[in-house]
């Protein structure tokens, strides 16, 4: 089942709130990319979504956020299968795991939620005595136009 992209406007500005972290205007940019994204987004791309709202937006201030954003547990940082190069994508943390399929042809990043993922999710944790803090899961193969044309 795709994975719906949903977002609560201002969750993770909220979130900053109520713990009682500073919010700046260039932070309150770089989350407002990050909760209206609706793809996976690098760096690069965050920084420059971000100046668009206010320019005084910089790269350092954009990596700070993403370490403050990666270490509350509200984003995911993802490799993507270096499909597009050695760069790191950046994505909300939604309220379940789900898995990423990266076409190796034409790179297109696709999602799925699935129960059976979840399942082994739980079977690993009751055969290992291993309780999962974070699980990423991601495939490389051929979507469905890509295989149309070989």
Do not use: W
């Not at 972290?21 to 987004?41: D, G, W, Y």
């Not at 790269?59 to 700070?64: A, D, G, I, N, Q």
């Not at 984003?75 to 994508?89: K, N, P, Q, S």
């Amino acid at each position: 089942m795709p994975l719906p992209q949903t977002e609560i406007p201002g969750r993770l500005q909220a979130y900053f709130s109520e713990r009682g972290i500073r919010m700046t205007q260039q932070r309150r940019a770089i989350l407002q990319v990050m909760e209206t994204a609706s793809k996976h987004l690098d760096a690069a791309q965050i920084l420059r979504k971000a100046k668009k709202i206010d320019p005084s937006v910089d790269r350092s201030t954009v990596y700070r956020t993403l370490k403050l954003l990666k270490r509350n547990g509200l984003i995911d940082e993802l490799d993507l299968m270096h499909i597009h190069g050695e760069g790191h994508y950046y994505e909300r943390k939604v309220n379940r795991d789900h898995i990423h399929m990266a076409c190796l042809r034409c790179g297109k990043i696709m999602e799925f939620v699935s129960d059976i993922f979840e399942n082994l999710k739980q079977q690993v944790e009751k055969d290992c005595r291993f309780k999962i803090m974070v699980s990423r899961l991601e495939i490389g193969g051929y979507c469905t136009a890509c295989r149309a044309q070989q």
